[in-house]
């Protein structure tokens, strides 16, 4: 069961100019991310503190710049995240459906994760936090 869009990340080649525009423009807050390369990858919080954008350069984290094209593909939107429960539930209805899908568990936080691409070949990042696998 999907609770809450978690993120949208964005991939780009003007980090700086982004970050300033969700800034700037938008109102969110600029954060370091934790444990990730500032100069590579900002995350823009909301009023809540909650990381609502995800701005990575091309080449870094899951954004690894492979065929990238401004406005190619899903443009510069890499993947939609949502907050998730029912981990188990979600890998058995994806198979039954016999797509192809992806499993990371970011041990750190305990955040089991499904990566799967809806019909339009837009990725989703499905996000089970710790007490909710």
Request: with cysteine; hydrophobic share 40%.
């Amino acid at each position: 069961m999907t609770t809450r869009l978690d993120h949208v990340n964005l991939q780009t080649l003007r980090l700086d100019e982004t970050v300033a525009f969700y800034r700037d423009v938008i109102g969110l807050e600029v954060r370091d991310p934790p444990g990730l390369d500032p100069k590579l990858v900002q995350w823009m919080h909301g009023a809540d503190g909650h990381a609502l954008v995800h701005i990575s350069t091309v080449g870094s984290l899951l954004a690894d710049g492979e065929g990238f094209r401004e406005g190619g593909n899903t443009g510069a939107v890499h993947h939609v995240a949502l907050n998730c429960w029912g981990h188990d539930a979600m890998v058995a209805t994806i198979e039954k459906h016999g797509l192809p899908y992806r499993l990371n568990h970011v041990t750190v936080i305990d955040l089991k994760q499904i990566f799967v691409e809806d019909p339009n070949g837009v990725l989703l990042e499905l996000n089970y936090p710790a007490g909710q696998h």
